[in-house]
Protein backbone atom coordinates (compact mmCIF):
# COMPACT_ATOMS: atom_id res chain seq x y z
CA UNK A 1 0.00 0.00 0.00
CA UNK A 2 2.73 2.74 0.68
CA UNK A 3 3.99 2.72 -3.06
CA UNK A 4 0.77 3.53 -4.66
CA UNK A 5 0.71 6.18 -1.75
CA UNK A 6 4.06 7.16 -2.78
CA UNK A 7 2.84 7.34 -5.91
CA UNK A 8 -0.49 9.90 -5.13
CA UNK A 9 1.83 12.10 -3.46
CA UNK A 10 4.40 12.23 -6.47
CA UNK A 11 1.29 13.02 -8.69
CA UNK A 12 -0.11 15.68 -6.12
CA UNK A 13 3.79 17.26 -5.98
CA UNK A 14 3.81 17.41 -9.79
CA UNK A 15 0.62 18.76 -9.88
CA UNK A 16 1.47 21.47 -6.91
CA UNK A 17 4.68 22.57 -9.23
CA UNK A 18 2.51 22.77 -12.53
CA UNK A 19 0.51 24.95 -10.87
CA UNK A 20 3.17 27.26 -9.37
CA UNK A 21 4.69 27.30 -13.01
CA UNK A 22 1.47 28.43 -14.22
CA UNK A 23 1.29 31.49 -11.78
CA UNK A 24 4.50 32.37 -11.90
CA UNK A 25 4.31 32.16 -16.10
CA UNK A 26 0.88 34.20 -15.71
CA UNK A 27 2.08 36.85 -13.82
CA UNK A 28 4.93 37.42 -15.77
CA UNK A 29 2.68 37.50 -19.25
CA UNK A 30 0.67 40.11 -17.34
CA UNK A 31 3.78 42.32 -16.66
CA UNK A 32 5.27 42.09 -19.73
CA UNK A 33 1.84 43.29 -21.53
CA UNK A 34 1.27 46.06 -19.26
CA UNK A 35 4.88 47.00 -19.86
CA UNK A 36 4.71 46.42 -23.95
CA UNK A 37 1.41 48.56 -24.08
CA UNK A 38 3.27 51.54 -22.29
CA UNK A 39 6.25 51.21 -24.50
CA UNK A 40 3.92 51.57 -27.46
CA UNK A 41 2.43 54.56 -26.20
CA UNK A 42 5.88 55.95 -25.42
CA UNK A 43 6.86 55.02 -29.48
CA UNK A 44 3.82 56.58 -30.25
CA UNK A 45 4.89 60.05 -28.54
CA UNK A 46 8.20 59.37 -30.13
CA UNK A 47 6.99 59.97 -33.54
CA UNK A 48 5.01 62.64 -32.63
CA UNK A 49 7.60 64.25 -31.39
CA UNK A 50 9.86 63.56 -34.42
CA UNK A 51 6.70 64.69 -36.34
CA UNK A 52 6.45 68.07 -35.04
CA UNK A 53 10.28 68.40 -35.35
CA UNK A 54 10.45 67.91 -38.66
CA UNK A 55 7.54 69.99 -39.01
CA UNK A 56 5.43 67.45 -40.70
CA UNK A 57 2.99 68.50 -38.58
CA UNK A 58 2.10 71.28 -36.53
CA UNK A 59 1.39 71.35 -32.45
CA UNK A 60 -1.90 72.44 -32.10
CA UNK A 61 -4.44 71.64 -29.56
CA UNK A 62 -5.58 68.47 -31.54
CA UNK A 63 -1.39 67.29 -31.32
CA UNK A 64 -1.92 67.78 -27.62
CA UNK A 65 -4.95 66.11 -26.88
CA UNK A 66 -3.80 62.64 -28.71
CA UNK A 67 -0.77 62.93 -26.51
CA UNK A 68 -2.62 63.24 -23.24
CA UNK A 69 -4.66 59.71 -24.65
CA UNK A 70 -0.86 58.44 -24.89
CA UNK A 71 -0.25 59.53 -21.82
CA UNK A 72 -2.82 57.99 -20.17
CA UNK A 73 -2.18 54.68 -21.50
CA UNK A 74 0.99 55.00 -20.40
CA UNK A 75 -0.13 55.72 -16.60
CA UNK A 76 -2.68 52.69 -16.73
CA UNK A 77 0.02 50.39 -17.63
CA UNK A 78 2.48 51.64 -14.97
CA UNK A 79 -0.86 51.48 -12.53
CA UNK A 80 -1.03 47.68 -13.50
CA UNK A 81 2.39 46.74 -13.11
CA UNK A 82 1.88 48.32 -9.45
CA UNK A 83 -1.28 46.75 -8.94
CA UNK A 84 0.66 43.51 -9.94
CA UNK A 85 3.37 43.98 -7.13
CA UNK A 86 0.88 44.94 -4.67
CA UNK A 87 -0.99 41.87 -4.96
CA UNK A 88 1.98 39.73 -4.65
CA UNK A 89 3.23 41.27 -2.02
CA UNK A 90 0.34 40.98 -0.24
CA UNK A 91 -0.12 37.25 -0.69
CA UNK A 92 -3.07 37.17 -3.23
CA UNK A 93 -2.50 35.00 -6.20
CA UNK A 94 -2.37 36.76 -9.86
CA UNK A 95 -5.68 34.83 -10.76
CA UNK A 96 -7.30 36.67 -7.88
CA UNK A 97 -6.35 40.09 -9.70
CA UNK A 98 -7.09 39.11 -13.15
CA UNK A 99 -10.41 40.46 -13.54
CA UNK A 100 -8.69 44.14 -12.33
CA UNK A 101 -5.69 43.42 -14.68
CA UNK A 102 -8.29 42.90 -17.74
CA UNK A 103 -9.78 46.32 -17.15
CA UNK A 104 -6.67 47.71 -16.33
CA UNK A 105 -5.17 46.70 -19.93
CA UNK A 106 -8.67 47.45 -21.60
CA UNK A 107 -8.51 50.85 -20.43
CA UNK A 108 -4.68 51.13 -21.43
CA UNK A 109 -6.12 50.31 -24.74
CA UNK A 110 -8.65 51.75 -25.30
CA UNK A 111 -6.95 55.18 -24.14
CA UNK A 112 -3.70 54.23 -26.86
CA UNK A 113 -6.67 53.38 -29.61
CA UNK A 114 -8.17 56.93 -29.14
CA UNK A 115 -5.37 58.90 -29.03
CA UNK A 116 -4.38 57.22 -32.27
CA UNK A 117 -7.87 57.25 -33.92
CA UNK A 118 -7.77 61.38 -32.65
CA UNK A 119 -4.46 61.86 -33.95
CA UNK A 120 -5.21 59.92 -37.32
CA UNK A 121 -8.50 61.60 -37.63
CA UNK A 122 -7.65 65.68 -37.10
CA UNK A 123 -3.97 66.05 -37.08
CA UNK A 124 -2.66 64.18 -40.22
CA UNK A 125 -4.66 66.12 -43.31
CA UNK A 126 -5.57 63.28 -45.89
Not at 49 to 69: M, P, R, T, W
Not at 71 to 92: N, R, W
Amino acid sequence: MEPLEVEKTAELDSASQNKIRNETLTTELHFDLLKQYAWLSSAAIGAIVVLVQLKAVEASKDLYISLGFFVASIIMSIMGQDHIIDSLLKGKHIYDASKVLKFIRTISMLCFGIGVGYLSANVFDF
